[in-house]
């Protein structure tokens, strides 16, 4: 009674552990009598048809371990029910940890017929977990042979199938050789194999069993089973053997989940709950190869896989081991983020960089790691793998375009994760996009564009702003907002980055490499005044396009914003060629954007003042009197159109809409001083129409000039319900009213 | 022009021989001989090279490539890499067959060390990787024949080898002989295992004529093969090629009018070589040769093909030819 007695053992924490599992809780051995187990069962839903199912299995499971001799199915009916219930119970809701030692002692053991062991093993379905020592005290019975052959197949491809539920294996993992030894026997060897396969680590594969297996193989030839256990061999140990898989073998074991896995998934359903799910095997060694193609010139981002560069020899030499247990984790085995935490003092990089693309645990580990080898590892391989695949570049890529796509996009996506440019990447760029027709791969290109890191302006100029520019100029309306986009993030990259420096500054060197801050204005100003300038080509040559419009105030959101949120010393208004079309704008989400934006120009601008009274430490940085002067002649402007009506007289920005009365009236509009205000605006004038047919339902005449006085505020209130908060903002800090009771419209500028 | 009248070209002949070359598109983005600057002639002295120990090196066709820098390679574990690329190349030749490390197979690889070819003191000791099969019949002491050879080597890589910590050995020329397929297996067991990448090196028709200004101007024996020029009609439905030969002495004399100083030369000098070359030719066939491609160089010194193919002759001048493929490579990787 040994082995019941460790099995016992094992039960508790096991309950304990499982204890949200009303199926399990509720079933009790022998433990009616067991005040602590009655607390577990406080839970339990307890029917009485549950009640006595339960009662009925511990009497079936209590009658298997009494069974003595051979007894026959056919005449006994105890035996017959006990079985049926056994069956029954184990389809509906799994047998409990505790009723496998029985039921497989009985089974391995030869006492009831093959018939009955048959039935017993096919019902081996477990509700949550399976105690190891059930399963070694089983598989001590193979050794004694007792029961048949087919008994012991059943056996082994029970055991895979449930491989996962078992709830510890390091006992398993000391029978290793014993299951090697069951290689031999023919039948068996597909199963023992696909057995050896999930219980395989490093320290199991030894130059005996090599050498073994590869006897085998003599014998039998080329066996899918075999060529797998190799293969999970040669990942350990690439010194020992090697092997390559052919690429179209799909499966490589036999099926063996036999009757149990449709009813283990029925039961996990029904249980609703997070059982261990077994993981598919898969084995890095075969590439699929869609096709033919000259050797090395095929775009495969190699699969992770362990550094079979470490030889035993330098191993010694240059592990420090700090974990006397410590060997290298292998990359292969790999698939949580808890493994990866468990693991992270001695994990070991891929033996090709380029496969941890593909691999966001190993990115994490990346993050964490700063070790220069790392990067220069990845940014050759990066960089000849693109050059080689550029679509446009190289003659005769044309139709791998998809793929080279996906190459990108899968790049892009490791920098999204690892807020960083790779510098492989920016010079790919740089070497391409001059070739580039701006058309191949277009989205890709525009989204890596985002990540090239900030470097000195003359570089940045000729490689990237000059060859963009020709095709910005050239390309469609799509094209110019998509680009307008793409150097809006790559604003923000640059701005971020900046920030995460000036975090770091405390630490160490922070500006260390070759930028400054000044060097850093610098060329976040070059870039800006770049957008500027293609933004008002662009709005010319496209009629001033509300799309394109909307695109461009979407840069100048940021920048508006770069001295308070980024805390970067530098404000850069739009040039008129932008300011001005968005204030005359026929469409009020424009103006809108705009009256925001200047908000925000006004804000930063106030604190920057302020900062300046404050401290005098950064004086270097102090905004010049031009900025403030720009901004006050655009204030004045667009004051002057929206609230005050004089913009044509009051305007003095060089390019502005200051116009004599002579030519205003040869135009002949009537009312010309008000024709921008925030009624007359062409942006606003729908607001106005339909702010009179509520305010004065029976007026046809839609005489705007109703608009003035108390009525003037109501509109305002009525705009802003209207969603136009950049307007509540701009006029509530831009316009000083000066009586609100006396309406006087009467604004002013200050900063 | 003066020089133009000097030159005797010795014979100038049209052939259909078709061979259509794809062109590298990628051109060097900083490229070091760009005009003006000088580039080394290359040492026309071998000092430190047993020219017996390279001989075999000599006459054969090598396909080019380069290599990026080859990560925990150790040149003392030479042995085990044999080893390991031997199991390595018979698995992949009975795919799905398991191979034993270190078994008698029927290739043997061999790995060397190529102390000789080195241009400077920083630069690693080249390294022969060589498959040789053994008969069958016999498998002792019947003599190996030689199937597939490849080598790499780095002459004069300061550029890259300064720039690379030291867990990289530079080794950026890869040159193979044999098999194609076995350049990819071999290829792939490196890039596996040293984290690296091959690449086909083409050799651009810019650099093609620094080549031929270059070997022109070399010092050979009497009797020296013609200096030819291989150029290729682009734009044809049929391939046509133009060979382009030119006594080696001729070529010499013409040269040495371009050359102003000695041990340097310019782009302005090989362009104004190459110009004579074409207005010579034209003046007897009527072709532009600026018009068409060249895509093949060879000389008593070397010969070189556009699609990354070399073939050295003179032993002496072995180094010098490493040196500037070297150069070709680093500029491909960096």
């Known amino acids: 009674m040994q082995r019941r007695q460790s099995s016992k053992n094992s039960k508790q924490p096991l309950q304990v552990r499982h204890s949200n599992q009303t199926d399990l809780s509720a079933w009790r051995k022998g433990g009616r009598t067991d005040p602590e187990k009655s607390l577990q069962n406080r839970q339990s839903r307890n029917s009485q048809v549950n009640e006595s199912k339960q009662d009925s299995l511990e009497q079936a499971v209590s009658y298997f371990e009494k069974v003595q001799d051979r007894v026959s199915l056919k005449k006994n009916e105890v035996l017959q029910k006990h079985l049926a219930t056994v069956e029954s119970i184990a389809l509906q809701k799994g047998l409990p940890p505790e009723a496998f030692d029985v039921l497989l002692n009985v089974a391995l053991s030869g006492k009831l017929a093959d018939a009955v062991n048959t039935r017993l093993l096919k019902s081996l379905i477990p509700a949550s977990v399976i105690p190891e020592t059930s399963v070694v005290s089983s598989v001590s019975w193979l050794c004694v042979s007792k029961c048949s052959g087919s008994i012991q197949l059943l056996f082994v491809r029970w055991l895979i199938t449930v491989f996962d539920f078992i709830d510890h294996k390091e006992q398993l993992h000391a029978l290793y050789g014993f299951f090697f030894s069951f290689l031999q026997d023919e039948k068996m060897c597909p199963y023992v194999c696909h057995l050896l396969y999930l219980l395989t680590r490093k320290e199991s594969v030894k130059p005996f069993r090599i050498r073994r297996l590869l006897d085998l193989q003599a014998k039998m030839g080329m066996q899918p089973h075999l060529q797998a256990l190799l293969s999970l061999y040669k990942l350990f140990c690439p010194e020992l053997v090697s092997i390559t898989l052919p690429g179209k073998m799909k499966t490589y074991f036999k099926n063996s989940e036999g009757p149990w896995k449709a009813a283990i998934n029925t039961i996990r359903r029904r249980n609703q709950e997070n059982s261990p799910v077994s993981q598919p095997l898969f084995l890095g060694t075969a590439q699929h190869q869609s096709r033919k193609r000259k050797w090395n010139t095929q775009l495969v981002i190699p699969a992770s896989s362990a550094n079979t560069n470490s030889l035993a020899g330098d191993k010694e030499k240059n592990h420090v081991d700090l974990y006397s247990t410590s060997e290298s984790f292998p990359v292969e085995q790999l698939q949580t983020f808890s493994q990866l935490l468990q693991n992270i003092h001695h994990l070991e990089f891929p033996s090709q960089m380029g496969s941890v693309l593909t691999n966001p645990l190993l990115l994490h580990y990346m993050n964490c790691i700063k070790d220069e080898s790392i990067y220069l590892r990845l940014y050759y391989w990066m960089g000849q793998t693109l050059q080689e695949e550029c679509s446009w570049c190289v003659v005769d890529s044309n139709q791998y375009e998809e793929e080279f796509k996906d190459f990108l996009e899968t790049i892009y996506k490791t920098e999204c994760f690892l807020q960083e440019g790779f510098s492989s990447c920016e010079e790919f760029l740089y070497k391409s996009l001059p070739l580039w027709d701006g058309f191949c791969c277009r989205s890709q290109i525009l989204r890596l564009v985002t990540w090239i890191p900030l470097s000195s302006f003359s570089e940045m100029k000729s490689h990237l702003y000059d060859p963009l520019a020709q095709l910005f100029f050239t390309s469609s309306l799509y094209f110019k907002c998509s680009v307008l986009e793409s150097l809006k993030e790559l604003l923000q990259n640059w701005l971020n980055w900046h920030v995460i420096q000036l975090d770091s500054e405390s630490d160490s060197q922070g500006y260390s490499l070759n930028t400054t801050l000044s060097g850093l204005v610098n060329v976040v100003a070059e870039l800006i005044h770049f957008v500027g300038w293609i933004s008002t080509v662009a709005l010319r040559l496209e009629s001033n396009a509300t799309f394109l419009l909307y695109f461009i105030l979407d840069f100048y959101e940021t920048v508006c914003d770069i001295y308070l949120r980024y805390n970067l010393p530098l404000l850069i208004m739009p040039p008129a060629g932008v300011f001005y079309p968005a204030l005359l704008s026929m469409d009020s989400v424009s103006l809108n954007q705009l009256c925001y934006i200047m908000y925000r120009y006004r804000t930063n601008l106030v604190a920057a003042k302020e900062n300046e009274l404050i401290k005098k430490k950064i004086l270097q940085f102090q905004f010049s009197s031009q900025t403030y002067q720009e901004y006050n002649q655009y204030i004045i402007a667009m004051v002057g159109c929206l609230w005050t009506s004089s913009a044509f007289q009051k305007d003095i920005h060089p390019q502005g809409v200051r116009l004599d009365d002579e030519v205003l009236k040869k135009t002949r509009v009537q009312e010309f001083k008000t024709s921008f205000n925030i009624v007359y605006h062409p942006a606003m004038m729908g607001y106005a129409l339909l702010f009179l047919q509520q305010a004065w339902p029976d007026d046809n005449t839609f005489n705007f000039s109703l608009i003035k006085g108390r009525k003037w505020n109501w509109y305002l209130q009525y705009l802003y319900a209207q969603g136009l908060k950049g307007l509540k903002l701009f006029i509530e800090s831009s316009i000083n009213r000066v009586s609100r009771a006396s309406q006087s419209k009467e604004g002013n500028v200050q900063v | ?334």
Request: with cysteine; proline share 5%; net charge neutral.
């Open chain 2, 1 to 334: 022009m003066e020089s133009e009248a000097r030159t005797l070209p010795s014979a100038g002949r049209l052939s259909g021989a078709a061979r259509l070359s794809r062109g590298p598109l990628f051109g060097r983005a900083h490229g070091r001989f760009g005009p003006g600057s000088g580039g080394p002639l290359p040492p026309c002295s071998q000092e430190n090279a047993d020219p017996q120990k390279t001989a075999f090196l000599l006459r054969k066709q090598w396909a080019l490539y380069s290599v990026t820098p080859l990560y925990k390679f150790s040149s003392g574990k030479l042995r085990e890499y044999a080893r390991l690329l031997g199991a390595f190349i018979a698995a992949e030749r009975h795919k799905g067959l398991a191979v034993q490390v270190g078994v008698d197979l029927d290739i043997q690889v061999t790995f060397s060390s190529l102390p000789d070819l080195k241009g400077s003191e920083q630069d690693h000791a080249a390294m022969l990787v060589q498959l040789s099969s053994r008969s069958s019949v016999s498998p002792k002491n019947s003599e190996e024949k030689l199937m597939w050879s490849g080598w790499f080597c780095c002459v004069s890589g300061d550029d890259l080898s300064e720039n690379v910590p030291e867990d990289f050995t530079c080794l950026p020329l890869f040159l193979a002989n044999g098999a194609e397929s076995y350049v990819a297996i071999v290829g792939s067991w490196f890039q596996k295992t040293f984290d690296c990448r091959f690449r086909r090196l083409a050799i651009s028709p810019l650099n093609l004529t620094w080549m031929a200004a270059m070997w022109t101007g070399c010092k050979v024996e009497k009797n020296a093969s013609a200096t030819e020029l291989v150029f290729s009609v682009p734009c044809l439905p049929q391939p046509l090629d133009i060979s382009y030969a030119i006594h080696p002495e001729d070529a010499k004399a013409l040269w040495d009018t371009v050359q102003k100083t000695p041990g340097e030369i310019t782009q302005e000098e090989v362009d104004l070589f190459m110009d004579c070359l074409y207005s010579h030719f034209h003046r007897h066939f009527k072709i532009h040769l600026s018009a068409t491609k060249l895509v093949k160089v060879s000389t008593a010194i070397a010969s070189a093909h556009c699609d990354g193919i070399i073939k050295f002759l003179q032993s002496k001048y072995l180094i010098g030819v490493l040196m500037l493929l070297t150069e070709l490579a680093i500029s491909q990787i960096q």
